[in-house]
């Protein structure tokens, strides 16, 4: 085994499955505004084959995506899943037909969640199901989330979820979660320019639990900075690689699940694990994070 395979391995404590830090975020594959069929329907389906053929073993989906369109992608293009491959779906939210998000937090919403996610995805328990707070759009709010994690821990009691993480939420979130059940991971808001959870990683490192950035390359507004193109041109990589594999070199713990629905851009991010930042290097980059905090 390639130890240095898509950047090396991680295992979700708790679990038996250890995953390639290198993964894949399928929410790109819906149309625009993350709404209804994807433009190429056949792309889609190749980006997810390609990405497992390349031995992408983590995936992260939700069923609001679409919604319903990327789990029914992921079922048309994958199922029967392959053994190692980790599913890794979300709760918390609904989409209205005005396309708006809105929270689906009461133990009703959130159990019909899982049987949607059960029933678009072709399983019978979700191997890994993030509560995913509304918080304040795309970063966490304070307040108990205590009501929702016990409607998790029992549908996990029921056998339906199999382990349990979070996603947008603060430290206190965390710790609070953590004294109901057993916390697998945590999906926050993070990359080059956006640091706020700088010591949450730190401190989740130190826990040995995994912190997977959403919007590693700056989501719906792809990360733009001259230092990084800089960076890239010398290294003759691309700015989207480069910020990659500077996530790569942050943490031990970071699990990368970058989004696209190019199969040319998947080919690129993938190459980003082989891409090694010299400490130089990685103290201008860190400049990037620095300007974005002014
Ligand atoms: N927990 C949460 O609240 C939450 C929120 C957002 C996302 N997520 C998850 O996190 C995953 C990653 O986030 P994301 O997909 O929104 O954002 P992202 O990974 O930061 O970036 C995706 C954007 O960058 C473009 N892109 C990808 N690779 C590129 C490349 N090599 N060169 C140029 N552009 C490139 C994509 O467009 P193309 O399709 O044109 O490549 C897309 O517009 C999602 O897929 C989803 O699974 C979770």
């Known amino acids: 085994m390639d130890a240095t395979k898509l950047g090396g391995r991680f295992t979700f404590p708790g679990t038996s499955r250890a995953v390639h830090r290198l993964g894949y975020g399928a929410m790109q594959l819906a149309g625009p505004g993350v709404w209804g069929p994807p433009r190429n329907p056949e792309e889609a389906v190749a980006v997810l084959r390609e990405a497992l053929a390349a031995g992408v073993n983590h995936l992260d989906t939700s069923d609001y995506y679409g919604p319903h369109i990327t789990n029914q992608l992921i079922r048309q293009a994958l199922h029967p899943y392959p053994e190692g491959l980790v599913l890794v779906t979300k ?3 609904k989409r209205l037909p005005d396309q708006s998000w809105q929270p689906a937090i009461t133990a009703a919403e959130l ?3 899982v049987h949607d996610n059960l029933r678009n995805l072709g ?8 509560y995913r707070t509304m918080g304040s759009g ?3 709010q304070e307040g108990s989330i205590a009501e929702q994690i016990a409607v998790l821990a029992d549908l996990q009691r029921q056998g339906l979820i199999r382990h349990i993480g979070l996603s947008n939420v603060t430290a206190a979130q965390v710790a609070e979660a953590q004294a109901m059940v057993e916390v697998v991971c945590v999906q926050n808001l993070y990359n080059l320019a956006c640091r706020a959870d700088d010591a949450l990683i730190d401190d989740l490192a130190r826990q040995g639990i995994p912190y997977v950035p959403f919007f590693p390359l700056g989501g719906f507004t792809p990360l733009q900075s001259s230092i990084l193109t800089e960076v890239a041109a010398r290294l003759g990589a691309t700015p989207m690689q480069v910020a990659l594999a500077w996530l790569l070199h942050r943490s031990p713990n970071i699990l990368l699940i970058p989004g696209t629905s190019s199969l040319a851009h998947l080919r690129e991010n993938l190459a980003a694990a082989q ?3 010299s400490p130089s290097v990685l103290a201008e980059l860190d400049g990037v994070g620095t300007l974005a905090r002014h």
């Open 91 to 93: 709760l918390g939210a």
């Open 111 to 113: 159990t019909a969640g």
């Open 123 to 130: 399983l019978e328990a979700l191997e890994i199901v993030n």
């Open 138 to 140: 795309h970063g966490p």
């Open 275 to 277: 891409l090694t930042l």
